[in-house]
């Protein structure tokens, strides 16, 4: 049966000087259907014409802008940097703006009251996007104010149009039920990220330890009826080589029914 939803790959792995054309290849040859762009400077990245070039050489959609926020002093500051993420992910084609932070402060729980100026940093960034037709997750991730399901839950009580991005190995890594959140979210399942994790670091899919079934996880997906994308990926400090995880998560997933 043929997927609902779709599988693209992310630049994170290559580092922030990676070689686009290049990249952009590999994901292509090992049969990704699609780019999701982070880590990588809009001046190293170019005017977006020289993108879009390199993305139809390869036959490759732009799918989605990373980029992260923050509740300190430079709070500003980051909002308008991801406004022009959004502006020129919006050149490309792109229909998902995907975010995370702030920083986590330590020895302390985030409070309600940055969960709430997180929650109205997602809505201004909803407001820039809307008339370029794209989607804004928020994706919870360690040392940001956001790690958990239940600190999840307290920001979107104070956003009803903010969409999730679960991140499958995140939530293995902290314990939670990996099937039960994309059950639980399937209303507000706008992005989906995907990789495994081992001892202490991110790590190829299928080489884990926190018992993730991916296989169950394309399971659910179709039993929820998603039809975004699915992003793989894999930290750029891994101990794996980029091109060469690019082409092992491709073909495991292939294994499991992807």
Known sequence: MARLFKLGYSTLTWGPTADLDQVLGTMAAAGWEGVEFIGLSLDWLGPPVRVRRLLDKHGLPAVCMLGSASLGGDAAQALERQYR?????????ARVYCFL?????GLRLPTDEEFRQLAEQGEALIDHAAPYGMTV???????????????????????????VCVDVSVAALM??????????YRHRLGYVHMKDC?????????????????????QTLEEIGYQGWV??????????????????????LRSVGY
């Open 198 to 218: 081992g001892p202490g670091k991110f790590c190829l899919m299928g080489k884990g330890n926190a018992g993730l079934d991916f296989g169950a996880v394309r």
């Open 137 to 163: 997750a928020y994706h919870a991730h360690p040392r940001c104010t956001v790690e958990s399901e239940a600190e999840q839950d307290q920001l979107l009580s104070h956003s009803q149009r903010l969409q």
């Open 101 to 105: 932070g702030g920083n986590r402060v």
């Open 231 to 252: 992003m793989g990926e894999l930290s750029s400090y891994a101990d794996t080589a980029a091109d060469e995880s690019c082409r092992a998560n491709r073909d495991f």
């Open 175 to 184: 314990g939670e039920d990996v099937l039960g959140q994309l059950r639980k």
């Open 85 to 93: 993420l959004i502006e020129y992910g919006a050149e490309l084609g």
